[in-house]
Nanobody, 125 residues
């Protein structure tokens, strides 16, 4: 049984930093690209970042470029999202996603194989 579990969400002041983690079990972790998505209150879930099976060629949505960094440690079956210079508009539930392929396809925002339960990030102004 595949399990995807996020952690690291917290309440932080604007300008602060957080690191989200995601561990995946029940699958061969390095057979899949991995992604982070987020859903703010009253908004649709959207893609934040995606990274291929080797930890290369990351994609970022425009609003987080230069502030967020995605990485992975395949030996630990763990995905990370390092978030710096946080803004109140980053407040959302953040979800880890196992993508269906080795790489982040052009439609990576639309196709996810497995979801985590989410971890809440709240940025106060």
């Amino acid at each position: 049984q595949v399990q995807v579990v996020e952690s690291g969400g917290d309440l932080v002041q604007a300008g602060g930093s957080l690191r989200l983690s995601c561990t995946a079990s029940g699958l061969t972790f390095d057979d899949y690209a991995m992604g982070w998505f987020r859903q703010a209150p009253g908004k649709k879930r959207g893609g934040v970042s995606c990274i291929n099976y080797r930890g290369a060629f990351p994609y970022y949505t425009d609003s987080v470029k230069g502030r967020f960094t995605i990485s992975r440690d395949n030996a630990k079956n763990t995905l990370y999202l390092h978030m710096n210079s946080l803004k109140p508009e980053d407040t959302a539930m953040y979800y880890c996603a196992v993508m269906p392929d080795l790489i982040c396809s052009d439609s990576w925002r639309s196709h996810v194989k497995y979801w985590g339960q989410g971890t809440l990030v709240t940025v106060s102004s």
